[in-house]
């Protein structure tokens, strides 16, 4: 009687639970696409495009690149160095990065940006 009683109980619980996961993974995918629709129905000048995405993120990753060649021309300590780079990863316009590159370059050399 023991057995069939948890038996039972483990079967209620799958029952219930595969419910609950069927339901959620609908409900999900169809509020995306409808999200989705509603921007490009009313405010498609804010979507931007693909290319125009690929595009923005080479800019910003070659940003990146140059802010990283510069800190490492830069006579730091090596631990300075370190947390700079991690707060550029987290951070690419990060204050603390601009502050010490522009005490650390002198300033007759413009970095272009």
Same mark, same amino acid.
């Given at each position: 009687?023991?057995?069939?009683?948890?038996?039972?109980?483990?079967?209620?619980?799958?029952?219930?639970?595969?419910?609950?996961?069927?339901?959620?993974?609908?409900?999900?995918?169809?509020?995306?696409?409808?999200?989705?629709?509603?921007?490009?129905?009313?405010?498609?000048?804010?979507? @931007?495009?693909? =290319?125009?995405?690929?595009?923005?993120? %080479? /800019?910003?990753? $070659?940003?990146?690149?140059?802010?990283? #060649? &510069?800190?490492?021309?830069?006579?730091?300590?090596?631990?300075?160095?370190?947390?700079?780079?991690?707060? @550029?990863?987290? =951070?690419?316009?990060?204050?603390?990065? %601009? /502050?010490?590159? $522009?005490?650390?370059?002198?300033?007759? #050399? &413009?970095?272009?940006?």
């Amino acid at each position: 009687m023991k057995k069939l009683t948890m038996l039972g109980g483990v079967l209620l619980c799958c029952l219930m639970s595969i419910s609950t996961v069927v339901a959620q993974d609908s409900l999900q995918s169809d509020t995306r696409v409808k999200q989705r629709m509603l921007l490009n129905q009313f405010e498609s000048d804010y979507v @931007l495009t693909a =290319n125009e995405r690929v595009a923005l993120k %080479q /800019a910003r990753l $070659a940003y990146q690149y140059r802010i990283r #060649k &510069i800190l490492d021309s830069i006579d730091i300590s090596e631990g300075k160095r370190r947390r700079l780079l991690q707060e @550029l990863k987290r =951070n690419p316009l990060s204050e603390k990065v %601009q /502050a010490v590159i $522009a005490n650390h370059i002198a300033p007759d #050399k &413009i970095i272009e940006q």
